[in-house]
């Protein structure tokens, strides 16, 4: 149909039409032909694309934003995902640093001291974007310390401020973070920096830091505990709902608290006590403990356990408080349970669950039927209320059975899961049936050459020689960790964090020798020899970049290492055909590196 002919089209007709189109570029041209199509497109077009090609993944708020931009981020962060292009490094507090509740500004940060092990980090993040900013809030924790970071990024520019917090009395490794939250501001509220810290000496606390002006007070609520440790914690947050924090208390003690802020102490709501395992002799077994606890929604907890034959508990949670019965026990395996290679495993598996986490819907849905689990013998499970199965969809690396310790899922697109070995990082792809956008359409080769295997593992260390790139702590950091928590601020955000022993790692998807790179996170990375290098805030710093190592879960298992990004650039100069490849130019095989 000619141009002239689209534009008498009706909105309504015009957006039928938009479905078919499967390439940014096609809505571009499109906008091109005409006045009429052009404000169709700028309107309609570009948010039809987003829903259309992201159903998953797109943002489910009108952030104000133009939705070109939110194509431009979409179709960047997929098209990084498929080459497997991104940019690691390792993230601490730097610059002047603000340590409360002095309110003290430090020249430098440094690390935890006084224990033979590194810290275990906790992780949370998210975002408050505008039609003009994103503000990414960062949490993490080092020993007994809680570092913030608030990165503002507007048009072509990034600053990031440096917080920390550390209770006067506390002492690494008796008062070590083991849970927390960053609290979001409510709708229409004040603008206040919240965290909720609980520790391995029995404190949960809800601290509130100044937010710049002149009052320096250090605002703490306490949540009882009776004194025992707070061995994990999940927080229900929903605009126009109360928020409710799930603790999990001691060995076998899951409380309910509801956040009140007008309150210094804050006793439970709700609490119970897992009913223990019986061992063969019918006695309770001593090992059995609640490893997990997640909010699914404000009337359903999720509790992984074990070890047991039924190490997922679903409780319902109703005006009365959490009930002791749980509403539905899973297994890990039934007969007929098949993993992805075609196993199975035996009847009656004993097993702990050590990681539980909601399946994002595409609709902005209150409440979670489907869940995904990470357990002892390293599957990633599939899980859904409404069926009367114990799984639906089971995720498995065939070469590797570390325990599953952290998932992260990106939308109902990408699976990413911490093991606890090996650094190791597993990417897997949720996706079952035909891609709804793939960069390739672009192109005039279109689909003919996709990569079956599309599951991939990262080892999340270094694999430069020693003396080179990272200087300090971060050059000294354990070598061999597990990845105990990753975290993103949404699905369409390029940036994700991951934790790992004594140190923050956050991997950025987006591709070095990308000319054009996402403007709203980006700038174009410059050779060392290019004169118009500028001095931009974001500009990626060689230094710190890490070389890391992936393989691919399926028959092609070879190792691949990172180029560094000056030899990026000087292997790209050497080529004659400029041709990209599969793969994002940094990737080399393992036998050019001699690893």
């Not at 509740?101 to 033979?116: D, F, H, I, V």
């Not at 570390?402 to 699976?415: N, T, V």
Request: charged residues 25%; neutral net charge; glycine residues 6%.
């Amino acid at each position: 149909m000619a141009p002239n002919k689209l534009a008498e089209l009706p909105p309504e007709l015009l957006s039928e039409v938009i479905v078919h189109l499967e390439s940014a570029s096609s809505i571009a041209r499109l906008g091109t032909t005409s006045k009429s199509l052009r404000a169709f497109v700028e309107k309609d077009a570009w948010k039809g694309f987003c829903k259309t090609q992201f159903p998953t993944t797109a943002p489910q708020t009108d952030y104000g934003q133009a939705y070109s931009h939110t194509a431009r981020t979409l179709t960047s962060l997929s098209q990084a995902f498929d080459r497997r292009a991104f940019i690691a490094r390792y993230i601490e507090p730097r610059g002047e640093v603000t340590a409360f509740p002095q309110g003290k500004k430090l020249e430098r940060w440094t690390r935890p001291r006084g224990q033979t092990i590194g810290f275990i980090p906790h992780l949370d993040v998210y975002e408050d974007i505008s039609s003009t900013s994103r503000e990414e809030h960062l949490a993490f924790s080092a020993g007994a310390e809680v570092c913030l970071g608030q990165t503002s990024r507007r048009k072509s520019s990034e600053k990031t401020a440096w917080t920390t917090y550390k209770p006067h009395s506390a002492c690494e490794g008796r008062d070590d973070v083991t849970s927390l939250h960053l609290v979001r501001p409510e709708v229409g509220g004040k603008s206040k920096r919240e965290i909720i810290i609980g520790t391995a000496n029995g404190d949960l606390q809800l601290v509130t830091l100044p937010s710049g002006s002149d009052d320096q007070k250090v605002e703490i609520t306490y949540f009882t505990t009776q004194g025992l440790p707070v061995r994990s914690s999940s927080l229900y947050q929903r605009p126009g709902q109360p928020a409710i924090l799930a603790a999990s208390l001691g060995e076998s003690k899951i409380a309910l608290y509801q956040i009140d802020r007008e309150q210094r102490k804050i006793a439970p709501s709700s609490e119970m006590t897992l009913k223990p395992v019986l061992r063969a002799d019918g006695n309770p077994s001593t090992q059995h403990r609640a490893w997990s606890t997640t909010m699914l929604s404000s009337s359903l907890l999720a509790a992984g356990v074990g070890p047991s034959t039924e190490p997922i508990h679903i409780y319902p949670i109703t005006e009365a408080g959490i009930t002791r019965d749980a509403l539905r026990k899973f297994s890990l395996n039934i007969d007929g349970d098949k993993v992805d290679n075609g196993s199975s495993s035996p009847a009656g598996l004993m097993s702990s669950v050590y990681t539980i986490v909601p399946l994002p819907s595409s609709s902005d849905s209150s409440s979670s039927n489907v869940f995904l689990s990470g357990a002892y013998d390293g599957i990633v499970r599939l899980h859904d209320l409404r069926s009367s199965r114990d799984l639906e969809q089971s995720y498995i690396d065939p070469a590797d059975d570390s325990a599953i310790y952290s998932i992260l899922p990106r939308g109902q697109e990408k699976l990413l899961t911490g093991t606890s070995r090996h650094n190791l990082l597993k990417v897997f792809d949720l996706r079952l049936g035909k891609k709804c956008y793939d960069y390739r359409n672009a192109s005039k080769a279109g689909r003919t050459n996709l990569d079956s295997e599309s599951d991939f593992n990262i080892f999340l260390r270094s694999n430069e020689p020693p003396g080179q790139g990272n200087r300090g702590w971060q050059r000294n950091r354990t070598k061999e960790s597990s990845v105990y928590s990753l975290a993103s601020s949404s699905a369409d955000s390029p940036y994700i964090y991951a934790g790992l022993e004594n140190a923050i790692m956050s991997l950025a998807f987006t591709e070095i020798l990308d000319d054009h790179p996402d403007s709203t996170f980006f700038d174009p990375w410059s050779s060392r020899t290019d004169k118009k290098l500028a001095s931009s805030s974001r500009m990626v710093n060689e230094r710190e970049v890490l070389s890391l190592a992936m393989y691919d879960q399926g028959s092609n298992m070879s190792l691949r290492v990172q180029r560094s990004p000056w030899e990026t650039w000087q292997f790209w100069r050497s080529t004659a055909q400029k041709t990209r490849g599969k793969l994002d130019e940094r990737w080399r095989s393992s036998a050019d590196t001699g690893i």
